[in-house]
Nanobody, 118 residues
Framework: VQLQASGGGLVQAGGSLRLSCEAS????????LGWFRQAPGKEREFVAA??????SYADSVKGRFTISRDNAKNTVYLQMNSLKPEDTAVYYC??????????????WGQGTQVTVSS
C-alpha cells in the first residue's frame, strides 16, 4: 500500500494550492482519508478528514480548506484557499480503516511541503 502526496509548493499569503494524494495497493472507498500537517518544531496536527459519510476540519482551516475525494481514482484532495504563513508545514495524507481525527491512521504518505510567504 502506498499513498503518494503531491501539489505542495511556495505561495504568497492569500493564495491557493491544491494537494492530491493517490492511493495504490488497495481500494480505500470505505476508509477514512485524512490530511495532517507538521510545522518545524511542532507536533503533527489534524487538518481534515473525509469518510463515506462524515467530513471534519480543524478549526484553524474551517472555511478556507476543502477536502474531497474521487473513489474511482482512489485519490483525496485538499483545496487550500486564503493561505496564511501559519499554514506553512509538511502536509501528510493518511488512510484509516475507521473514523479518526487523531494521528492513529493505518497508512501514511510521504509528505509534501507547503510554504506560505508573508
Amino acid at each position: 500500500v502506498q499513498l503518494q502526496a503531491s501539489g505542495g509548493g511556495l505561495v504568497q499569503a492569500g493564495g491557493s494550492l491544491r494537494l492530491s494524494c493517490e492511493a495504490s495497493g488497495r481500494t480505500f472507498s470505505s476508509w477514512t482519508l485524512g490530511w495532517f500537517r507538521q510545522a518545524p518544531g511542532k507536533e503533527r496536527e489534524f487538518v481534515a478528514a473525509f469518510s463515506w459519510s462524515t467530513v471534519s476540519y480543524a478549526d484553524s482551516v474551517k472555511g478556507r480548506f476543502t477536502i474531497s475525494r474521487d473513489n474511482a481514482k482512489n485519490t483525496v484532495y485538499l483545496q487550500m484557499n486564503s493561505l496564511k504563513p501559519e499554514d506553512t508545514a509538511v502536509y501528510y495524507c493518511a488512510a484509516s480503516k475507521g473514523w479518526s481525527t487523531t494521528n492513529v491512521y493505518d497508512y501514511w504518505g510521504q509528505g509534501t511541503q507547503v510554504t506560505v510567504s508573508s
